[in-house]
């Protein structure tokens, strides 16, 4: 049972990442990348402290407000801190500077790989088996994944070579992608270094992501509350990022960014709560509760979710890879729930 609310956890987190790559696209079209990403997570933190606020009133996650906040010992500290600055920081910076060089659709295929790579590290770190089922379901949507993004490549690969194909907006898991950045620079970036760089720089995103929810189940054992934990993760992220930030001068340009343009604000406020917040919560639930791989798996799906968003809000238009792809992915993700 503790399996299946975890399932359910994970592709909760999908579908709140789906919404939070709209949101933060639009936002991040109004103010930049390096902006979003420094605000985004100081309002996540402002939608955690109230959610603790209120758990000390009506038992939300366990009715222990900061109370295990405050229990939690170094190690636990340790562990989810850490989580928090290699995925939610670290992570992010290689996948946003990876849209820049080669395109959020290509980084995506990098992303994909995402699964794969946790059930590795959860294989070698920390012991999880697998059912060979569940290892060919995992392959199954991973592949399934693997062939929307691909789609995408090529329609990205045929407008740089002069085709006019719609290339539309859509963004990855995790986190929180720019599509107004994410763009091929020339038809020649494929032969570039800047396209050899972004392909590197997508799979330590991939990676980052990966380490972050391995780290995460690690700091998480023994039923820690996902809200504190998402808490702990957060304060991390949000100390290393702006510290950074105030080493490079870089604090006042982002609050008059922010303050000058109320959209861009209401749209940041907004995904950060679906995002960082219920998002980023309901993963560490997953990770508790299911196989780190098969939680990752569900998790992977935006991409694919993002199809029908795509069309309906960027009149993006898809060939009938995209569409198979999405088949492909819905087929494993079913297997899951059967085996």
């Not at 939070?20 to 079209?29: D, E, R």
């Not at 995925?87 to 060089?101: H, N, P, S, T």
């Not at 290393?240 to 209401?266: G, N, P, Y």
């Amino acid at each position: 049972m503790s399996d299946l609310t975890g399932y359910f956890a994970a592709l909760g987190t999908a579908l709140l990442f789906t919404a939070t790559s709209v949101q933060f696209t639009l936002a991040g079209q109004r103010v930049g990348s390096l902006v979003l990403n420094r605000v985004r997570l100081v309002f996540a933190v402002a939608w955690l402290l109230i959610a603790h606020l209120i758990s000390s009133f009506i038992g939300l996650d366990g009715g222990e407000g900061f109370l295990p906040l405050l229990q939690a010992g170094p190690e636990r500290w340790f562990w989810l801190s850490l989580s928090g600055i290699v995925g939610l920081v670290i992570g992010d910076a290689f996948l946003f500077q990876a849209f820049l060089w080669v395109g959020p659709r290509l980084t995506m295929l990098m992303m994909s790989t995402v699964p794969v790579q946790t059930t590795l590290i959860a294989w070698l770190f920390l012991g999880e088996r697998l059912r060979p089922l569940q290892l060919a379901a995992i392959l199954l949507t991973v592949g399934g994944i693997a062939w929307v993004v691909n789609d995408g490549r090529k329609r990205l690969k045929s407008n740089a070579n002069g085709n006019q194909a719609p290339i539309g907006a859509a963004a990855p898991v995790a986190s929180t992608a720019i599509a107004h950045q994410a763009h091929l620079q020339t038809g020649a970036a494929a032969v570039s270094k800047d396209f050899t760089r972004g392909i590197l720089f997508g799979l330590g995103a991939s990676i980052g992501q990966a380490s972050g929810l391995v780290l995460a189940k690690v700091g998480a054992v023994g039923g820690f509350p996902p809200l504190t934990g998402t808490l702990i993760r957060m304060l991390a992220a949000v100390v290393f990022m702006w510290a950074i930030t105030l080493l490079q001068r870089q604090a006042w340009h982002t609050l008059k960014s922010v303050r000058h343009d109320r959209r861009a604000l209401l749209l940041i406020t907004s995904g950060s709560l679906t995002g960082p917040f219920l998002g980023v919560t309901l993963s560490l639930l997953a990770v508790q509760l299911a196989p780190v791989g098969i939680a990752s798996t569900l998790m992977a799906l935006t991409p694919v979710l993002l199809l029908p968003v795509s069309y309906l809000v960027f009149g993006e238009r898809f060939g009938w890879q995209a569409w198979a792809g999405t088949l492909t992915a819905l087929a494993g993700v079913t297997l899951l729930f059967m085996v």
